[in-house]
């Protein structure tokens, strides 16, 4: 499974946007794509996840409500709708891939900057 993340910019804070993980390869073996991000400095935080069959998600609570993600499994790609982003949102955004609810997120993406300005 290969993925490429890609949207990322400079955004004011308030702003929005986009970021898209695209995904290729044996894509039917996909269990769930979830979002990642890293700040300098900082562990790498979960930020939402986003179960490939089923459309189950989950959000970390620093997200919630600001943050939307969804699939488009015809063209094996999924999305993260930032809103009302905040100086503590920029970091390096990964989306990575999972093949069942018992093993790790396996598959990586390279990242995408999000730098948010006040």
């Known amino acids: 499974v290969q993925l490429q993340a890609f949207g990322g910019g400079l955004v004011q804070a308030g702003g929005s946007l986009r970021l898209s993980c695209a995904a290729s390869g044996q894509t039917f073996s996909i269990y769930a794509i979830g979002w990642f991000r890293q700040a300098p400095g900082k562990a790498r935080e979960f930020v939402a996840d986003?179960?490939?069959?089923?459309?189950?998600?989950y959000y970390a609570d620093s997200v919630k409500g600001r943050f939307t993600t969804a699939r488009d499994n015809a063209e094996n790609t999924v999305y993260l709708q930032m809103n009302n982003l905040k100086p503590e949102d920029t970091a390096v955004y990964h989306c990575?891939?999972?093949?069942?609810?018992?093993?790790?997120?396996?598959?990586w993406g390279q990242g995408t900057q999000v730098t948010v300005s006040s």
């Open positions: 990575a891939a999972q093949r069942s609810a018992f093993t790790a997120y396996a598959y």
């Open positions: 986003i179960n490939y069959a089923s459309g189950r998600i």
